[in-house]
Structures are given as C-alpha cells and as structure tokens.
C-alpha cells in the first residue's frame, strides 16, 4: 500500500525559507504524480505544486510561482517542496498525496494523502 508521509514544517518569519519532504513508499507503478496540498484555518484545501514521473512536468498554484520549488530524489523515493520568500498567507497545513492511475498530475485525482506537516509565518 502506498504511503506518504510529509515532514519540514515549522515556524518562520515572512520572507524566510523552508523545505517540506514528502517520503514515498509502496509504489508498484514508475508512473505517478505528487502533489502538495495546502489548508489553512476557514479557507478551502488547495493545490499548491505538483511532479510527475512521466516526464518531470512540474506545475504550481499561480500564488506561488517562482517562490516554491518541487523535485523529486527517485533514489530516496522522497520529493521536495522548496518554499522562498514566504509570506503569512502561506501559513497552513501541507500535505503531499499521490496520483498513480494515469501518473499525470491532476489534483482532483489523489488516492494517497499523507497526514500533513504545519507550516506557521509571522510578520
């Protein structure tokens, strides 16, 4: 069974930098996605990023772009979600989920999710 299990999570201030890792284990398929979610206390889940092992395509949430990263280390089956320059409205819970149907990323198709990892930014 696949597992997802996220970690990085902290406190920092607004224009700080953290990386959140997302460890991977279970998979039967070299084609699938991660994805990052993120939650924050009265506001919906949403997409932030996302990889695929199909082609390395990468895609991110427009409030996002070129402050956060994602790459995946295939050896330590774990992927990345380098976050710069963050800002308070970034704060929230992360969570990484993967895709293995299609290996395509498509946040409206995870069936894995991880249990997520608390992201906190002050001015």
């Known amino acids: 069974e696949v597992q997802l299990v996220e970690s990085g999570g902290g406190f920092v201030q607004a224009g700080g930098s953290l990386r959140l890792s997302c460890a991977a284990s279970g998979f039967t398929s070299a084609n699938y996605a991660i994805g990052w979610f993120r939650q924050a206390p009265g506001k919906e889940r949403e997409g932030v990023s996302c990889i695929s092992t199909n082609d390395g395509s990468t895609y991110y949430a427009d409030s996002v772009k070129g402050r956060f990263t994602i790459s995946s280390n295939n050896v330590k089956n774990t992927v990345y979600l380098q976050m710069n320059n963050l800002k308070i409205e970034d704060m929230g819970v992360y969570y990484c989920?993967?895709?293995?149907?299609?290996?395509?990323?498509?946040?409206?198709?995870?069936?894995?999710w991880g249990k997520g990892t608390l992201v906190t930014v002050s001015s």
């Open positions: 989920a993967a895709e293995t149907e299609a290996g395509f990323c498509d946040y409206n198709a995870m069936d894995r």
